[in-house]
């Protein structure tokens, strides 16, 4: 598939360097090349540097032609902006955003964009971790092992 | 249960609201005063001031009577500190941190520390939502929903 991730933090250059590796068409944005060092050295996608909200650096990266779009920058704006650009200008079937505020996360669910909100899926992480645990246990919780 | 937070962001002040209201006794650490403003005006627990990796701090906001101990302030350095402090000078019975590298996560996973990584967590969900969803429904995935 042709994937495009706006956003090459720890999280979209780990999506980036995984989908590349299980052979599909990866494009990743980021306003600041610098970025680009989380990508390991075996990334052979494409990079492209600018603000991943803009039309035309969508343009340039192929959204046209894209099946999936990630928006995994920082800012929930800019993520929400980049998704609706991505899925009304250019027609991107897949689009999810991150979106850390849980209150915005549940607007854009109801304007149609899938949402991953880390607040709350850590929220609830974070309470199995904690008190699913044996006190007298060591070992990593299920959660704390899922990781 | 007595829970002292490290870590008065989005996510420490969502779970301190949440265990607050849920008739838990609630201490929140923050080296910047300014991230109580997180916390609603509803929630009954204790604000401590200070690095809360540092044990005279732990001390003042009773982590020697705690239950569970929560590190999640930003930086895994501080967090993976803060929640060893808690365990083996205090004696927190449990205790998790949020880590984002992966490869630290696991190391600290080893020491028997619950760890919680955003940045796998939130790859899974990810391409969870991109890649499981209908490309025709504008509906919001199941993950999206679960968050």
Redesign the interface.
Known sequence: ?R?VIMGCG??GS??AG?LDAEGHHVTVIDIDQAAFNWLGDGFSGTRVVGPGEDSAIQEVAGVKHA??F?A?ANGDNRNAMAVQVAKHIHGA??V?A?I???DR?EVY?QL????????????Q???E???A?S?ES????S?????
């Not at 060591?138 to 919780?141: E, G």
């Not at 959660?143 to 990781?147: E, F, H, K, P, T």
């Open positions: 598939m994937v720890r999280l780990m999506l995984e099946d999936v990630l995994l079937p897949r999810v991150r850390y505020d849980p996360a669910q149609g964009i899938n949402v991953v909100n880390p607040t709350t899926i850590l929220d992480m974070v309470r971790a904690a008190f645990t006190p060591d070992a990593p919780s959660d704390g092992d899922g990781v």
